[in-house]
């Protein structure tokens, strides 16, 4: 057979053609989306919500920036608005990360797909989400309150869709430079403070509104904004403005910009799209021995190394690694501390400020030491094997108490201190902290006590539940009780300090300072003894107790 017989691939029209994945994207996006609601009632119904609620607050925020229209601040709002915005977006990876698969690029790593082409396709399927559409009509709303003209109506349909791919944009490129961070245990951690990061930026928001209308509107406004209109993508929303009054050099410079840093953020987004395609998992590689490593291996370096020896150096070191690894103790210090500092600052704000507000801080972290043996968990076992008597559970307890108090004692004297300075009540300052310190060693006092009397267990699954379920009400008693116990205790200082300065005696208030210190010092030291009597007699309870989770 001399016959040759070509090959498909020796013929240009048998090569394949590259079929273009924007669309395949497109589609994955929507089925993503549609099975995952179809996974259950609650995740639909909180899509759903979602979705309302953005359009909701959207469509308000449109309606507000249309009624703007023609009047002085109105850009001043618009350029407000849209740099808030692309904060939100900046942000909002380093919470929503660790939950959103879709935020992942490794998982493409395995898929024959070039960078460029992967780019493109991404940055158009994320555009199919709730927030996207909620930044669509902000922008769509701060366009039509500042658009005037032809050249403000071309310039306004340009802003629109380049402010939408900006945000997005920024917030893929944050999210593959921090995918590693994002899908680690460290991520989980930050979705699970999201709430508190939120709370605070609500009271936030809530103080910015106060002041805007105590202080002459949105005049106030002004200063930053100024600042904001030259940097995108709020610039495209000030060209927007300077097209319609007919300035179109600055128009296109606003223009320009906001396209600068789309491109800017499509090639930082790629270079850390390619290094998270070809470069290893770093959890998949084997660890340096520590010889290689040149450190000594000792596990008491840095700051460790300043702890006492023994027993107590070791509980309080391990009880500040639950501080700082466990995400559900982690989320319970960032909450006490994040409120203990805000608190006094929003009640001066509001005007009803006082320096004694700052013992919120010494109250929300001396309710860190109720149920210690919680966090332990099952593993509660290992420590009770350790405590043969009283002076073991004492020594235990203390040591848990003294790394609560390393942290809460510093923090307490900043914020009264700061609190005096803000208010400008010095005066109030040594019995202010004397109170302040008093409350918090009795509430470790109390807590050392609640944790042998009440202990329940604390749920390991990554839930924001703290009680497993039929313990809520020893859980309850427990942190009420013990409140309610710790300030009957701090009674007869807080009687004292009325009467100093009912009697006209203001010069001896500064004995409080010491007073109060020594008093919650000495009511410390004693619910310990209580505490470690109790504790002794109750380990198989207190096992049983905190393991159920």
Known sequence: MSASVSTPASTPASTPAKAPITGTFVRLKLSLLRNGLRQSAGRTAVFVSAGVLALLFGGALLLGLLALRGRANADTVGVFLIAVAALGWAVMPLFAGGGDETLDPGRLAMLPLRPRPLLTALLISSVISIGALFTAVLTLGSVLAVAHGAAGAVAGVLAVPLVVLVCVALARAVATANVRLLT???????????????AIGTQIVNLGAQQL?????LSVLRPYADVLRWLPPASAIDAVRAAGEGSYGLAVGGIATTVAALLALMWWWHRGLVKVMTSPDSSTLQAAPVAEQGGSGSAAGGLAALLPDGRTGAVALRTLRYAWRDPKTKAGWATSLGIGLLLPFVMAVQGSGSVYNACWVAGLLGLLMYNQFGQDSSAFWMVAATISSRRDAYVELRARAFALALITVPFTVLV??????LLSQWRQLPDALGLALALGGTLIGGGAVASALFPYSIPQDSGYKNVVPGQTAVAW??????????????????????????????????????????????????????????TVARLPEILTAVSRG
Request: proline share 2%; with cysteine.
């Open 477 to 534: 008693m427990s942190l009420m009780g013990g409140l309610v116990a710790g300030l009957v205790v701090c009674l007869p200082l807080l009687a004292l300090t009325i009467w100093l300065r009912v009697s006209g005696s203001d010069g001896l208030l500064w004995l409080m300072l010491p007073i109060g210190a020594g008093y919650g010092v000495l009511a410390a030291l004693v619910g310990l003894r209580v505490a470690a009597a109790r």
């Open 213 to 217: 209308g105590r202080e002459g509107g």
């Open 184 to 198: 680690s245990r460290k991520g989980r951690d930050l979705a699970l403070l999201s709430g508190l990061f939120l």
């Open 416 to 421: 009264v201190v700061m609190s005096a300075a």
